[in-house]
C-alpha cells in the first residue's frame, strides 16, 4: 500500500519539496534513530543541518527568515518523518507550532529577532503548557510571571516538554492573575540563558525514547515584558485555543502516515515470512486484517485530507480538528498492534520498526489533548 503521493489535492504541487524531505530523513534520521533512543535526545547539530537545506520554519514568511511555504509544506514533512519511522526529531513542535505563536502574537521587534534564529536552526524551540498537577487543564497552571517595573519574575515548573533539553526559547503559559481563572493565562518567551532557568532530567518513556522530553525549572527568572506574546495579559488561554488545532492536526499527520507505514512494513514482512511452508501473507487471517487496516488507513487519509484542504482555507474548526485527532489516533492505535501481531514474536522486538512504532503511537491519545478531552470538545457543538 502506498504512502500518500504528492497528487492529492493539498499537495499537487509539492513533489521536489517531497523528495526533498524524504532525502534528508533517509539520510539524516534513519542512521542515527539508535543512538538517539539512548542518550534521549538527538544532536544539536540536527538542527542546523535541517536550517542549511530549508526544512525549518517552512511556513513562516520569507520576512522573518522562513520558508514562505504553507502547512502543506509541513504535513508533507512529518509525512516523511513518519515514513522513515524516527520519533526523536521535535521538529513539528518547532515549526508547526512555536513558530507560529510567535509569529501570530510576538511584537515586530520580537518576530524579527527569534524567528530567522528558528529558521536557521540557530535556536531550538520548546512550548511549556504541562504542568505536573495540571495535564490538560490548562486554566490549573501554577507557574506565575509577577510584573515588576519592565521585567516579569517567573517561578513554577514544566514537565513532558518536547525539544527541552534542546531548547533555546520556550513559549511558557503563566498566570499573570492567579484570581482569574482562564482570563490569567498569559504566553510569555523566555530564552533559556537566562538566570533562574534549569532544566531537569530526560524523561524515560514508553515511546518516543530518541525526543528531549524534559522537566524545565523557572526560579526567579526575569525576562523583559516585551517577551510577552500579545498585546496585553490574559489573553494566553485564548491564544492556546486559537492555535491547538493546527497542533492536533499535526498530530493526526503523523498518526495517519504512521499507521501507512506499519501497514506497508507488514505487508512486506508477511510476504516475505514463511510459515508451515507458505507466505504468512497467504493465511486468510493475515490478508483480513490486513484487509481491515488498509481500510482503516483510507478512510484515515481521506478524512485527514479533508481537514487539511479546509485548513489551508482558513475553515478548519475546533471541533474539526477535535475530530480528526481523535480519529486518526485511536486508528493508528489499533492499526498497529494488529500489525504488530502479524510479526509474532519479532514484533515485540525492539530492533523492528513496527515494535518502536507500537510504543510510540501510544501517546497520540494523550498530547495535544487526550481522547476523552476531544470528546469533550465535540459534545459541546452536538
Given at each position: ?231 496585553a495579559e490574559g489573553q494566553g488561554f485564548v491564544q492556546m485555543m486559537q492555535q491547538l488545532p493546527q497542533e492536533r492536526l499535526i498530530i493526526a499527520v503523523t498518526a495517519v502516515a504512521g499507521m501507512e507505514a506499519a501497514i506497508e512494513r507488514t505487508l512486506a514482512y508477511t510476504k516475505e ?110
Open positions: 500500500m502506498p504512502l500518500p503521493t504528492p497528487n492529492s489535492a493539498w499537495g499537487g504541487q509539492l513533489a521536489d519539496f517531497r523528495e526533498l524531505a524524504r532525502t534528508f530523513c533517509q539520510r539524516e534520521l534513519v542512521p542515527n534513530a539508535a543512538r538517539w533512543s539512548e542518550q534521549k535526545h538527538v544532536e544539536r547539530e540536527l538542527w542546523t543541518k535541517a536550517g542549511e537545506v530549508g526544512l525549518l520554519a517552512l511556513s513562516i514568511p520569507e520576512e522573518y527568515g522562513g520558508g514562505g511555504g504553507t502547512f502543506a509544506h509541513e504535513a508533507v514533512l512529518y509525512e516523511e518523518q513518519a515514513r522513515a519511522g524516527d520519533s526523536a526529531w521535535g521538529v513539528a513542535v518547532h515549526n508547526g507550532i512555536v513558530a507560529h505563536y510567535l509569529l501570530a502574537y510576538a511584537n515586530e521587534d520580537k518576530k524579527k529577532e527569534w524567528l530567522p534564529k528558528l529558521a536557521s536552526g540557530e535556536m531550538v524551540a520548546a512550548i511549556g503548557m504541562t504542568e505536573p498537577g495540571t495535564g490538560s487543564d490548562l486554566q490549573g497552571i501554577k507557574t506565575r510571571a509577577v510584573r515588576d517595573g519592565d521585567e516579569y519574575v517567573i517561578n513554577g515548573a514544566k514537565t513532558f516538554i518536547t525539544n527541552g533539553g534542546l531548547a533555546d526559547l520556550i513559549v511558557l503559559a503563566v498566570k499573570t492573575d492567579p484570581d482569574a481563572g482562564a482570563h490569567g493565562v498569559s504566553l510569555v518567551a523566555v530564552p533559556a540563558d537566562t538566570p533562574g532557568f534549569r532544566r531537569g532530567r530526560l524523561l524515560d518513556k514508553v515511546g518516543l525514547k530518541g525526543q528531549d522530553t524534559a522537566e524545565l525549572f523557572f526560579d526567579d527568572v526575569r525576562v523583559p515584558v516585551a517577551n510577552l506574546l500579545g498585546d515470512r514463511t510459515a508451515f511452508g507458505r507466505p504468512v501473507f497467504s493465511f486468510q487471517n493475515t490478508k483480513f486484517t490486513l484487509a481491515e487496516a488498509a481500510t482503516e488507513a483510507a478512510v484515515a487519509r481521506a478524512f485527514l485530507d479533508q481537514c487539511i484542504e479546509r485548513h489551508l482555507r482558513g475553515e478548519l474548526d475546533v471541533q474539526g480538528a477535535a475530530m480528526v485527532k481523535l480519529w486518526t489516533t485511536e486508528r493508528v492505535n489499533k492499526v498497529v498492534d494488529d500489525c504488530l501481531q502479524l510479526f509474532g514474536g519479532y514484533g515485540y522486538m525492539t530492533e523492528y520498526p513496527i515494535a518502536r512504532a507500537w510504543a510510540d503511537a501510544r501517546i497520540n491519545r494523550i498530547f495535544g489533548g487526550t481522547s476523552e478531552i476531544m470528546k469533550e470538545i465535540i459534545s459541546r457543538t452536538l
